[in-house]
């Protein structure tokens, strides 16, 4: 399984970006797809979640403005993000956890995305 994210770039504080994350590679069970980050000096922190059952998780900090959402088949994840602040300027990487087949799993990563939110 390969992940590519795509959808960074420079905007200004207050803007909004749509990132998304292409899956190629057919898996037997996805158990969740998943937005991290990682700013310069800090350690990476997961933003938003989805599991297979629909349920989505949220970090405090972009509750209210970013939306993780994915297609019907679960080859695109999306993360909207609005209202974003410099804080937000970070690498995204996004991530699916899931298995090939019923005996192996799989925590696949992207190759990240940077985005960077001028103030």
């Known amino acids: 399984v390969q992940l590519q994210a795509s959808g960074g770039g420079l905007v200004q504080a207050g803007g909004s970006l749509r990132l998304s994350c292409a899956r190629s590679?057919?898996?037997?069970?996805?158990?969740?797809v998943g937005w991290y980050r990682q700013a310069p000096g800090k350690q990476r922190e997961v933003v938003a979640s989805?599991?297979?059952?629909?349920?989505?998780t949220y970090a405090e900090s972009i509750k209210g403005r970013f939306t993780i959402s994915r297609d019907n088949d679960w080859k695109v994840t999306y993360l909207q993000m609005t209202s974003l602040k410099s804080d937000d300027s970070a690498v995204y990487y996004c991530?699916?956890?899931?298995?090939?087949?019923?005996?192996?799993?799989?925590?696949?990563w992207g190759q990240g995305t940077l985005v960077t939110v001028s103030s």
């Open positions: 991530n699916v956890r899931g298995f090939y087949d019923p005996w192996t799993a799989t925590d696949a």
């Open positions: 590679g057919s898996l037997f069970k996805i158990e969740a």
């Open positions: 989805i599991t297979s059952g629909g349920s989505t």
